[in-house]
């Protein structure tokens, strides 16, 4: 069974920092990334790491996310840092090989 866990979201002033987790299981994915939704918007990318390490950022967090893997644990994490209220979502893990799957995702608020 194919399973994504998100885990490290929370709450946090602006300027700070959290570092948000995915542990994968049941597939080694090709491309493994981050997407968020906030109320009453679409989901969108934030971020997405390849097997080879190969990264892509949405320009709203460049200079400001990383995102990075360790294949040998199947995990994925963003670390964010300098947040705004506007990267306030449900962020959620995505992993893609054969198919399309998803995390239940974890909730980040950044107060003003």
């Known amino acids: 069974q194919v399973q994504l866990v998100e885990s490290g979201g929370g709450l946090v002033q602006a300027g700070g920092s959290l570092k948000l987790s995915c542990k994968a299981s049941?597939?080694?994915?090709?491309?493994m990334g981050w997407y968020r939704q906030a109320p009453g918007k679409q989901r969108e990318l934030v971020a997405t790491i390849t097997l080879r390490g190969t990264t892509d950022y949405a320009d709203s967090v460049k200079g400001r996310f990383t995102i990075s893997r360790d294949n040998a644990k199947n995990t994925v994490d963003l670390q964010m840092n300098s947040l705004k209220p506007e990267d306030t979502a449900v962020y959620y893990c995505n992993g893609r090989s054969v198919g399309v799957y998803w995390g239940k995702g974890t909730l980040v608020t950044v107060s003003s």
């Open positions: 049941g597939s080694i994915f090709v491309i």
